[in-house]
T-cell receptor
């Protein structure tokens, strides 16, 4: 039984570069969420998918950010033209919507440092 | 708008002490879920409990217990006989309940618990 996995676990990049993160949810889960966590803060919602449909995007998700879940399984989060303010932990969570009660299970996160 | 307040930024206790982490929430939703997650130094958020707004019964799981009081909009978490392995950041979270499940989580800022030997 595998949990949510994220790749890479750590990423260091230079300002202005593009980065892409991947999330693989728990296999039977139909919802996938992305959150961002900065130092000393709780996670903040970015966006989520139900199957392949992106249902909501936060105002935090500027036009430099894009997320996809093309086949309703894994998801990618891309940040274009990274800025130092993008440095954070990016967390992915998955859940089973429509079951007996929905709980989001989180992956280990991708820690991004923009120099 | 939904909001979660964890007023205690850091708590330090000695092993075997009991400790209570406070959580106060605000919501206009009539049905909602409350959660607690643990984030150890490794960084992964670990699910601890989910509570429906209609269920105000307190819950106990081993050394952990939760006190949900709708009248004061609080969902406090108590660790009895704390252990060094309990050291982590603990987050309280809130989500709107909809048919079939819930929506995005709104987190508090977390309480860092240090249990000293």
């Amino acid at each position: 039984d595998t949990g949510v996995s994220q790749d890479p676990r750590h990423k260091i990049t230079k300002r202005g570069q593009n980065v892409t993160f991947r999330c693989d949810p728990i296999s039977e889960h139909n919802r996938l969420y992305w959150y961002r966590q900065t130092l000393g803060q709780g996670p903040e919602f970015l966006t989520y998918f139900q199957n392949e449909a992106q249902l909501e995007k936060s105002r935090l998700l500027s036009d430099r950010f894009s997320a996809e879940r093309p086949k309703g399984s894994f998801s990618t989060l891309e940040i274009q033209r990274t800025e130092q303010g993008d440095s954070a932990m990016y967390l992915c969570a998955s859940s089973l919507f429509g079951g007996a009660g929905e709980t989001q299970y989180f992956g280990p996160g991708t820690r991004l440092l923009v120099l | 708008a939904q909001k979660v307040t964890q007023a205690q930024t850091e708590i330090s206790v000695v092993e075997k002490e009991d400790v209570t982490l406070d959580c106060v929430y605000e919501t206009r939703d009539t049905t909602y879920y409350l959660f607690w997650y643990k984030q150890p130094p490794s960084g992964e958020l670990v699910f601890l409990i989910r509570r429906n707004s209609f269920d105000e019964q307190n819950e106990i799981s081993g050394r952990y217990s939760w006190n949900f009081q709708k009248s004061t909009s609080s969902f406090n978490f108590t660790i009895t006989a704390s252990q060094v392995v309990d050291s982590a950041v603990y987050f309280c979270a809130l989500s709107e309940a909809v048919q079939g499940g819930s929506e995005k989580l709104v987190f508090g800022k977390g309480t860092k618990l240090t249990v000293n030997p």
